[in-house]
C-alpha cells in the first residue's frame, strides 16, 4: 500500500501490519463508522503495509 487511506468497500480483505505494529498475523479490514480512537480503525489502510488477501475500493488520504 503506497497511501494512507479510508476503504470505501471490501471484500474478504486482509492486510499484514506488522511493519507497523509488529502484529505477526494479518488484520481484517472493512469498511465502516470511523472510531474515535486511530489504532480501532478497521476501515484505514496505512502505506508501507500489504494486502495478503481479498479486495478493496479507497479514497487516499491527503495530510493536512
Known amino acids: 500500500i503506497s497511501a494512507d487511506a479510508r476503504l470505501l468497500g471490501t471484500s474478504s480483505?486482509?492486510?499484514d501490519e506488522s511493519t507497523l505494529t509488529g502484529e505477526s498475523q494479518p488484520v481484517q479490514k472493512s469498511a465502516g463508522k470511523i472510531a474515535s480512537?486511530?489504532?480501532?480503525?478497521?476501515?484505514?489502510l496505512f502505506a508501507g503495509t500489504?494486502?495478503?488477501s481479498g479486495q478493496a475500493r479507497a479514497?487516499?488520504?491527503?495530510?493536512?
Open 50 to 52: 500489504s494486502v495478503t
Open 13 to 15: 480483505l486482509a492486510v
Open 37 to 44: 480512537q486511530v489504532c480501532e480503525n478497521g476501515n484505514l
Open 59 to 64: 479514497v487516499v488520504l491527503l495530510p493536512v
